[in-house]
């Protein structure tokens, strides 16, 4: 296949893997079915899954063969967001539907997941052992006193344990929540003391780059400021005993035991989620176990195209909201690979050599890990044989037009992008993967089924082809049904619902194009706004980043005082480079010339490195604060950012400026 000119897409599925997609094969069941256009490819079954929700739903319970152990009343017995109500009277369970595969006798002793740790040493754990595992776990927990809804805690990197716990808590109507090792207490206890956990399962440490970590310490911390814990389990990932007080992971998990699934309401909660917190504590966002159980089977066996021949490698963390996508991999019969160390250890190729040796078909990773690939100049499709994959996702932040160009040289011509964008909040994606449709350079392919995502101007009309806010105007399954401790809801409506009533903002601008796909600009909290003229900041970095000496870079925009706009851009260098003022004017020209003169900066700085939240992203708005005078302490929660000694650097800053 031919580079893409700018009218011609980058990759377009054969008409073979277009009539072998899940998708595909939906869509002439729900037709026969349910009345779903027949004709008129994705456009038309996506226009049909918003214009009757409720029908599109009914189609993906019954296509999954979602097991409700009592029927429902009604697929949305309430549609007003917040606040919609999903097949009120039906009870089920999600742990249930992702231990289906173990009953089949021809796929119980081949691997659930395989697991590899930074010496690249892999372990399949089978279907089989992974239900046993979850059943003695499960009735443990029951002997321990946990009833549906106490919240089960987990304090644990990507290893096959954090699964069984997770999946066990389910099985009981128990609560799940996490965080990765790598938190420190503070951060840890502001998410975990406002869930109150009844269990804790921790590690003893972890590796990470090649070293230990001990974390005994800080799980100590953690049992002194958790009050309503009842038990804590301790997995010896450093070889460790259990200290004193704690149970043994392996005496909880021995016993051959058949699953027990409680069997709860469609909205009963599966796990609490947590936002960055760089502004004040973390958000804690309660999905249901049938909201997810939807959305996710929908998500991975739809638009992500899984099946029980495929192996799913989602670069992630227990505290990141992929990791949890990842698992519901188990709901379509595929094996997960879960990853446990640095995505450049022992180089920036590991990824890649993960993806080699599992047989990955679907790779997930970050837009950062792929530009930073393209930085050090690897080869992944000569260096490694990515044969078996068929897909290269990415989240975290938009792609770049670069990253995409990247991939199709670099890994395979015939490879399927998806860049896809959504959130923690719904766990889930609002724009993204289809099988069956073409990839345009720097665009999401489209909106993902049942959501109807639209571009809006601040009077809340819709746009095409102009950049806008992203809404969804109608309910989702896996929205939260509510933030914990907040019994009023008016944190959460203030949260997504303030500016359209009604409406989910999600505050990211987008732009749909007149074909239909979706382009993410960045967050719209942060945008750029310079003589009238917006620009998202993600537009910026991409610009900027293009060039080689640039390793990351974070603009910020002032509104001061006086009714000016002050518009530093801040630039971590690469080794080797220097900020003179040949470089200054690449930067410029570069903005000027692809984006806008408007938003050429009115400064370039040096910085030591760009601070980011504790799943990766690039802070903002803290440090938007703290160049409008607020202090540190205001501007931040300080358990959220990822090293807040590089903060010091922007709060002298603005004193300097003020001076």
Not at 142 to 149: I, Y
Not at 385 to 405: E, K, N, W, Y
Not at 448 to 456: V, Y
Not at 587 to 609: C, F, G, Y
Request: with cysteine.
């Amino acid at each position: 296949m031919t580079a893409a000119t700018p009218d011609a897409p980058l990759w377009q599925p054969s008409p073979e893997r277009i009539e072998a997609a899940a998708v595909t094969r939906f869509q002439s069941w729900a037709a026969s079915r349910f009345g779903a256009p027949a004709e008129g490819g994705y456009a038309a079954l996506h226009r049909w899954s918003v214009d009757e929700l409720d029908t599109f739903w009914q189609a993906v319970a019954e296509w999954f063969d979602i097991r409700f152990s009592t029927p429902y009343e009604s697929v949305l017995g309430d549609r007003t967001m917040p606040g919609a109500a999903w097949f009120p009277g039906a009870t089920l369970n999600y742990a249930e539907h992702a231990l289906r595969t173990a009953e089949d006798p021809a796929r119980a002793d081949t691997p659930a997941f395989l697991y590899v740790d930074e010496t690249h040493t892999q372990v399949p754990i089978s279907w089989a052992d992974l239900r046993r595992q979850v059943g003695a776990l499960a009735a443990e927990l029951r002997a321990l006193g946990v009833t549906p809804g106490d919240r089960v805690s987990g304090y644990l990197p990507n290893i096959p344990q954090a699964v069984v716990a997770f999946l066990a808590t389910a099985a009981v109507g128990g609560v799940w929540t996490s965080c990765a090792p790598d938190f420190g207490a503070r951060s840890v206890l502001d998410r975990f003391q406002q869930i109150e956990p009844v269990v804790l399962f921790t590690v003893d440490g972890y590796r990470y780059g090649g070293k230990e970590h001990d974390r005994t310490e800080t799980v100590a911390e953690l049992r002194r400021e958790l009050p309503t814990l009842r038990a804590v389990v301790h997995i010896p990932l450093l070889g460790t005993d259990a200290p004193e007080g704690a149970l043994a992971w392996a005496a909880l998990t021995s016993a051959d035991t058949e699953p027990v699934f409680e069997q709860v309401p469609f909205g009963h909660p599966l796990w609490v989620l947590y936002s960055s917190g760089t502004t004040g504590l973390p958000k804690a966002i309660v999905q249901s176990q049938g909201g997810i159980l939807l959305e996710h089977f929908k998500q991975l066996g739809l638009h992500c195209d899984l099946g029980p021949e495929d192996r799913f490698f989602w670069y992630t963390s227990t505290g990141w909201m992929m990791w949890n996508f990842l698992v519901s991999g188990l709901l379509t019969g595929t094996t997960v690979v879960l990853y446990d160390g640095s995505p450049g250890y022992p180089d920036v190729s590991a990824q890649w050599r993960i993806a080699e040796q599992t047989g990955a078909t679907l790779y997930g990773t970050s837009a950062a890990y792929v530009m930073a690939c393209r930085k050090a100049g690897i080869h992944p499709g000569r260096d490694f044989d990515l044969s078996r994959v068929q897909c290269v996702a990415t989240t975290g932040s938009p792609l770049p037009p670069d990253g995409f160009r990247w991939l199709h040289d670099e890994v395979a011509e015939d490879l399927w992008i998806a860049s896809v964008s959504g959130g923690t909040d719904v766990c889930s994606c609002f724009a993204g993967a289809v099988p069956t449709l073409p990839v345009h350079i720097g665009e999401l392919q489209a909106p993902c089924l049942g959501t109807d995502l639209q571009s809006w101007d601040p009077s809340g009309k819709p746009l095409t082809g102009e950049v806008g806010e992203l809404v969804v105007t109608n309910p989702l399954p896996s929205m939260p049904i509510r933030f914990w401790n907040d019994p009023d809801g008016s944190r959460y409506h203030d949260s997504y619902f303030d500016m359209y009533p009604g409406v989910w903002r999600h505050g990211d601008w987008v732009t749909i194009t007149d074909h239909g796909s979706v382009i993410i600009h960045g967050r719209s909290d942060s945008t750029l706004n310079r003589q009238g003229v917006r620009m998202g900041s993600a537009d910026i970095y991409e610009a900027v980043e293009r060039l080689p000496e640039i390793r990351e870079s974070l603009v910020i925009g002032i509104e001061e005082p006086d009714g000016g706009y002050w518009m530093p851009l801040f630039v971590h260098l690469t080794e080797g480079a220097t900020l003179d003022d040949d470089l200054r004017g690449a930067i410029k020209a570069t903005i000027r010339e692809n984006l806008s003169p408007r938003h050429v900066p009115d400064e370039i700085i040096e910085v030591p490195a760009i601070p980011h939240t504790l799943t990766g992203k690039r802070i903002e708005v803290p440090v938007k604060r703290l160049l409008q005078g607020t202090e540190l302490a205001k501007a931040v929660n300080p358990g959220s950012v990822d090293n807040l000694d590089l903060l010091h650097f922007y709060a002298e800053l603005a004193a300097n400026r003020r001076r």
